[in-house]
Structure formats: C-alpha cells, structure tokens
T-cell receptor, first 116, second 115 residues
Framework: DAGVIQSPRHEVTEMGQEVTLRCKPI?????LFWYRQTMMRGLELLIY????????DSGMPEDRFSAKMPNASFSTLKIQPSEPRDSAVYFC??????????????FGNGTRLTVT | AQSVAQPEDQVNVAEGNPLTVKCTYS??????LFWYVQYPNRGLQFLLK??????LVKGSYGFEAEFNKSQTSFHLKKPSALVSDSALYFC?????????????FGKGNQVVVIP
C-alpha cells in the first residue's frame, strides 16, 4: 500500500500562472477529497468526489479553481490564474470503497504551493 | 453546519506528564468525532473516533478521548507524554443529520513535549 500520492511536493509559481496539483488515491478507494491548509483558516474542504463524480464543490473558493477526476486512480486540482493568496498546503485524501462516512480518511503528504 | 473549536493554539507539556488537547463541537444532529495528528511535512493521520457507545474511546499510540455530550466536548488525552508526541493535533466532527459526508476540522493545536 503506497498510500495517497500527491505531486509535486512543492510548487513555486508567479502570480497569473496556471498551477496543476495531482493526486493518486489508494487503490480500492472510491471517495476522494481535496483540502487546503493555511495558518489563518486551518483545514478547509474544497471538493470531494465519489466514484469519480464531484459530489460537493461548495468549498471551492472561486471560478479560478477547478477539479477533475477522469478515472478512479487520478485527480487534479487546477488554479488558473494563480494569486498570492492561494499560497497554502493542498492535501488530497481518500476513503475505501464501501466504507461508511465515518471511516477514517487517508491523507497524502500534501503539495506546498507558493505564489509570488 | 458543523464546526469545531480548539481553543488553545499551543500546548506545552513536560515529558512524562499528562497531555490534554481540548476540543468542543457544534452540530445539529448526532456528532461523529475524530482526532487526527500531523507530523511536520506529512499528511494527517487518524488517531481515534467516537461514533456511538462508550464515551471513552482508545486509539493509536496510547491516546484516548472522552465524549461529553452535555459539554459538547471531545478532549484528547494521554497519561504520559513522549517527546515524539510533539505534533499538530486536529479535532474533526461530522454532523449525522441529513446524510452529511462533510468532515469539519478545527484549526489544530500544536503540542510541544519538553524533554
């Protein structure tokens, strides 16, 4: 079990550039979550997918953010154009297929995004 | 909407002393409560959860937490802290009302165990 894999680990970009964060959930997990962590706001849920379908995207801050899950083993979070206030650590988490809503989430190690 | 409060930014404790990390919650239905721990440059790891039954739940690494419905609290405890317990601890809650799948996290408490 390789765990949830996120790439890149660190991303530094200039304001206005497009940023794409990637996530590979654990095999056999069909729920996938994107979270953002900042000092000011803590850990915020951006969006989650069930069976590759977006279920709740109410946490996505604005239209500059978009997320896709084209198949069960891959998801992307895209920011276009990026702004300095998007600087944060972005986490992907997954949960096993068939598990209840109370089953623990399995987190990746995160992508630290810095927008200058 | 569900929410969690972790009132202290940082908790300092001497190695070998009891450790307590406080958490209070707010939900409309039944609360489902969780604790996660985050080590530097890592993702969150699950420690324990309360769903139903015994108010005292035991989890990984010797941690336990007590659910108190009247005080809407779910404090994390460890009888004897280790230096390796130094980390960021997150309390989280899911509101059981309406089939809600959202997990709301607190801002986290930095625990520093002093040798």
């Amino acid at each position: 079990d390789a765990g949830v894999i996120q790439s890149p680990r660190h991303e530094v970009t200039e304001m206005g550039q497009e940023v794409t964060l990637r996530c590979k959930p654990i095999s056999g997990h069909n729920s996938l979550f994107w979270y953002r962590q900042t000092m000011m706001r803590g850990l915020e849920l951006l969006i989650y997918f069930n069976n590759n379908v977006p279920i709740d995207d109410s946490g996505m801050p604005e239209d500059r953010f978009s997320a896709k899950m084209p198949n069960a083993s891959f998801s992307t979070l895209k920011i276009q154009p990026s702004e300095p206030r998007d600087s944060a650590v972005y986490f992907c988490a997954s949960r096993p297929t068939g598990s209840s809503y109370n089953s623990p989430l399995h987190f990746g190690n995160g992508t630290r995004l810095t927008v200058t | 909407a569900q929410s969690v409060a972790q009132p202290e930014d940082q908790v300092n404790v001497a190695e070998g002393n009891p450790l307590t990390v406080k958490c209070t919650y707010s939900v409309s239905g039944n609360p489902y409560l969780f604790w996660y721990v985050q080590y530097p440059n890592r993702g969150l790891q699950f420690l324990l959860k309360y769903i139903t039954g015994d108010n005292l739940v035991k989890g990984s690494y010797g941690f336990e937490a007590e659910f108190n419905k009247s005080q809407t609290s779910f404090h994390l405890k460890k009888p004897s802290a280790l230096v390796s317990d130094s980390a960021l601890y997150f309390c989280a809650v899911r509101d059981g009302l309406g089939g809600n799948n959202r997990l709301a996290f607190g801002k986290g408490n930095q625990v520093v165990v002093i040798p």
